[in-house]
């Protein structure tokens, strides 16, 4: 049987839960009998069914599951969570093979499930398209294996070199990107659970940093306002998105004055700016379950994760546009993975490896 063909599949099943099913991964799942496809489905939004249940409950003739192969991203989970194990549910319905893009890293399941689905008498084939199911589930790894989220680095910057000029007349930002650019950051950020700005970036640009030119969730905003600076009139503090205030100066921490859900949206808290401030965001973040984070400015943030070697991915735009002088682009000495150009603007992805 064409095992890639049908992992390939599952991540294109498993790509339709990403941004919703954190802090669970969004798993894809297929079953094949006959080498046809009978059964599909992929992670329901959190506190719903797991991948393989929803292709399980997807066959309309569940006698078929006896001479069927389940196809997986992720190795079935073999522990109580919201759901109960996925690989218990795999041999009581008597699925008598099974195939895994890559083994969870979790250690609540880490070989676990295949182990007890094996001791089950089953066949168990691991590390079909691996590095493809990787890259899939990189947000979820990176939590359990580095204890942050994974960060993505962002930025667009002018033909030489600039992210911002040096002045400018109003409150709002000045483009570099074009709209095409601008359109794939919203789609982005509707991917993520987090965007990160600077105090610098919210006074000078006032942005909203929410989804508006694609269709998705916001993420949770997250500033930081060492001294309590940024007036309280700018739109990431409208509490219309959860936003978490990272700052030093002295606050209520936690919830701001009565009882209303609405008051629930503003979070302060504090951490120590002389020293290592990235990893003292990551621990925030850490601490409020945030399982990936966009960075969008400014320089001097992006430069600070950038100098602690707090990321895992830089997306670079080069817009068709100079300006002579400015904001200097951060510095980030690392071989360019990929290229493409959009329209007449090029972005440039960078990993972390």
């Known amino acids: 049987m064409n095992h890639e063909k049908y992992i390939q599949r599952c991540l294109q099943l498993a790509k339709k839960g990403v941004g919703t099913t954190r802090p669970n991964p969004s798993v894809g799942a297929i079953i094949v009998h006959n080498s046809k496809i009978i059964g599909e489905g992929f992670t329901s939004p959190y506190g719903g069914s797991h991948a393989e249940v929803n292709a399980i409950n ?18 079935p989970c073999s522990h109580h969570g919201k759901t109960p194990p996925c690989a218990d549910l795999i041999i009581k319905k008597g699925i008598p093979n099974i195939v895994i893009g890559c083994i969870d890293t979790n250690s609540l399941v880490s070989g676990k499930g295949i182990e007890r689905l094996r001791k089950a008498g089953r066949n168990v084939i691991v590390g079909v398209c691996e590095e493809a199911c990787k890259e899939h589930h990189k947000r979820f790894f990176t939590v359990q294996n580095k204890k942050r989220p994974y960060i ?64 998705g969730n916001n993420p949770v905003r997250v500033v930081i306002d060492k001294n309590l600076r940024i007036p309280s009139e700018v739109t990431v503090f409208d509490e219309d998105v959860q936003t978490i205030i ?37 621990e925030v973040l850490h ?13 001097q943030t992006l430069q600070t994760f950038i100098d602690a070697n707090l990321w895992d991915e830089a997306k670079v735009f080069i817009g068709d546009v100079s300006f002579g002088e400015g904001v200097k682009r951060p510095i980030i000495n690392t071989k360019l993975s990929s290229e493409e150009k959009i329209d007449n603007d090029i972005l440039r992805i960078y990993r972390n490896d």
């Open 58 to 75: 997807s066959v309309q003739n569940q006698e078929l599951l006896k001479e069927a192969t389940i196809y997986v991203t992720l190795e």
């Open 152 to 215: 993505i680095l962002k930025w667009a910057e002018t033909k030489d070199g600039f992210i911002a000029p040096l002045t400018k007349d109003e409150q709002k930002p000045v483009w570099i990107s074009n709209k095409y650019s601008q359109q794939l950051v919203h789609k982005w950020r509707s991917e993520e659970h987090a965007i990160l700005v600077g105090t610098n970036t919210v006074i000078a640009d006032n942005p909203s940093l929410t989804v508006r030119s694609w269709k």
């Open 246 to 282: 990272i700052t030093e100066a002295e606050k209520e921490i936690s919830v701001i004055s009565n009882d209303s859900e609405k008051s629930q949206k503003l979070i302060y808290e504090q951490i120590d700016f002389s020293s290592q401030v990235a990893k003292q965001i990551c």
């Open 287 to 299: 601490k409020h379950q945030i399982q990936s984070v966009i960075i969008e400015g400014g320089a």
